[in-house]
Nanobody
Framework: QVQLVESGGGLVQAGDSLRLSCAAS????????IAWFRQATGKEREFVAA???????YYADSVKGRFTISRDNAKNTVDLQMNSLKPEDTAVYYC????????????????WGQGTQVTVSS
């Protein structure tokens, strides 16, 4: 069992930056790939970024070059640095964990946080 808690969401203006953090507790953190997903009102949950157990990173095309995912295995945290935010980035952001290899498919993730709201005004 892994427990995930997101933090760092808020209301910002277009062009601003925001840093989300996902704190994990429970089983060995290094066994898990971690991903960020987001869900805007009325839309399906979509993949944003993921980091493998080895630290390799993967991004959705919509955020590539603007978002950076990183992990600190000593602190059991995964951060998502979001720069040049756009109104279309507005959503609830969730971190998720799965054993071994990462995936862009939300239904392959076993553990989820409660989500944190990010709102970007124009």
């Amino acid at each position: 069992q892994v427990q995930l808690v997101e933090s760092g969401g808020g209301l910002v203006q277009a062009g601003d930056s925001l840093r989300l953090s996902c704190a994990a507790s429970g089983r060995t953190f290094t066994n898990y790939a971690i991903a960020w997903f987001r869900q805007a009102t009325g839309k399906e949950r979509e993949f944003v970024a993921a980091i493998s157990r080895a630290g390799n990173t993967y991004y959705a095309d919509s955020v590539k070059g603007r978002f950076t995912i990183s992990r600190d295995n000593a602190k059991n945290t995964v951060d998502l640095q979001m720069n040049s935010l756009k109104p279309e980035d507005t959503a609830v952001y969730y971190c998720a964990a799965k054993n071994w290899a990462f995936s862009t498919r939300s239904n392959e993730y076993n553990y989820w946080g409660q989500g944190t709201q990010v709102t970007v005004s124009s």
